[in-house]
C-alpha cells in the first residue's frame, strides 16, 4: 500500500485535512494500479522546520513509500500532482516543498505479505 507522511509547519482544520488527503489520493491514481482508496497518509502538523539554517512558516516534506518501481516519466507527474494538491489546499508555495520516493520490493499488510521477486 502506498505511504505518505507529510510534515508541515501549519496546524490544519480537519476540512483541510480532508481536502489534503483526497488531493494526495488523486496524485497517486497516476501511478499504475495505485488508487486514493489504498493510501495510508501520516499528516504531521505543526512542525519547526529550518531549510539552509533558516526556520520555514509555510513548509511541507512528503515522505513517499510504495511497492513495486515505476518509469521515470510516471514519477515526475506523480510528484508534480502531490505539490499541486498541496499548493492549491494549503497556498504553500512551490520552492518551500520537498518530496522523496522510496520504492520498495517488498511489502506486508492486511495479512499478507508481498515480494517482487520471491513468492510461497
Do not use: C, P, Q
Given at each position: 500500500m502506498p505511504y505518505m507522511k507529510v510534515s508541515l509547519t501549519q496546524?490544519?482544520?480537519e476540512e483541510k485535512r480532508k481536502e489534503l488527503v483526497d488531493g494526495l489520493g488523486k496524485a497517486l491514481g497516476i501511478i499504475p494500479?495505485?488508487?486514493?482508496?489504498?493510501?495510508?497518509a501520516d499528516l504531521e502538523e505543526g512542525r519547526?522546520?529550518?531549510?539552509?539554517?533558516?526556520r520555514q512558516e509555510a513548509f511541507a516534506f512528503i515522505d513517499v513509500r510504495y511497492y513495486s518501481r515505476f518509469e521515470?516519466?510516471?514519477?515526475?507527474k506523480f510528484t508534480k500532482a502531490v505539490f499541486d494538491a498541496?499548493?492549491?489546499?494549503?497556498?504553500?508555495?512551490?520552492?518551500?516543498m520537498s518530496l522523496n520516493i522510496a520504492e520498495?520490493?517488498?511489502w506486508?499488510?492486511?495479512g499478507d505479505f508481498k515480494?517482487?521477486?520471491?513468492s510461497d
Open positions: 496546524k490544519l482544520t494500479g495505485k488508487d486514493g482508496s489504498m493510501l495510508i519547526t522546520m529550518y531549510v539552509g539554517g533558516k521515470y516519466h510516471i514519477k515526475k498541496i499548493h492549491r489546499v494549503l497556498g504553500i508555495a512551490y520552492e518551500n520498495l520490493s517488498s506486508g499488510g492486511f515480494d517482487e521477486f520471491y
